[in-house]
């Protein structure tokens, strides 16, 4: 995908051709919400399909193997479609993999709080359609749909056991600590000992989580916002590189260029083609 963000609504028609042509499990290189409206969703994911009647929330994040087909019921289907890239709400893109990375998919009841998020839903399509769309105001759309599907999720799942939700707990306060601490040259030591566990502890819960260890998970959040800052500034790329704690702007470049497959320089005069096209 090469836009930031995206937002589209499947219909009934839609998505008897879906059904008729299914997709082969894939990866995507971005972000993406399913929210449906009406109709089911025969979902492949975490390698076991689950087939789940709307009103559903499911989030399949980056890297993830999935196959989807929405289907109709009593002859209704409408499908939010939401997909957008890591460094659109840095900020926020990682929490989503400590509340979804054990239950992608989401069934909730059909009241006023459902209505809510599918208000939220066409505004953020409403806005995107305009002559020039005000993208601010998009991700904060965004972010807010994303608190209240967290708070219906925490209703849906409050019930998780003792051992799941004292990880789930310790992996939400190590994505804090290291928002706050990402832009440092901390290492992996400092944010075992900020929650008193083991590396090894932490590296285990990552892996379970994101398919990463910690280093890994440290050098992505940089990267997303190395990626945000070239986009959204006009900052040097040494400058960029020097606030995330990467010293030379050579080591930040060739880290950059390993992970992402262009440069620093490459990414912003692409996505700035991009975005003024």
Sequence with gaps: MNQLFHIYELSGEEARRISIQPDNPHIHDYEELIVV???ELFH???FKPQICL????SFISKGKIHSLIPRLKDENCSVWVIQFKSEFIPETTFQLYS???NFSNIELKRDRHFDYIIL???MMHFETQQAVPDFAVVKQLLSTLLIKIESERRKHFG??????KLQNNTFKQFLQILEDNFRS???VEFYANQLSISIRTL??????ILQKSVSEVIETRKLIEAKNLLISTQKTISEIGYELGYNEKAYFTNVFKKKEGVTPTDFRTEITKIITE
């Design 185 to 187: 040259n901390e290492g």
């Design 99 to 101: 509340s979804y990375h």
């Design 159 to 164: 019930n998780e056991d003792k051992i799941q």
């Design 37 to 39: 409206k009406e109709g």
């Design 54 to 57: 709307s009103p559903i929330v």
């Design 203 to 208: 590296n285990t819960l990552c892996r379970r």
């Design 44 to 46: 492949f994911i975490d």
């Design 120 to 122: 939220l839903c066409e």
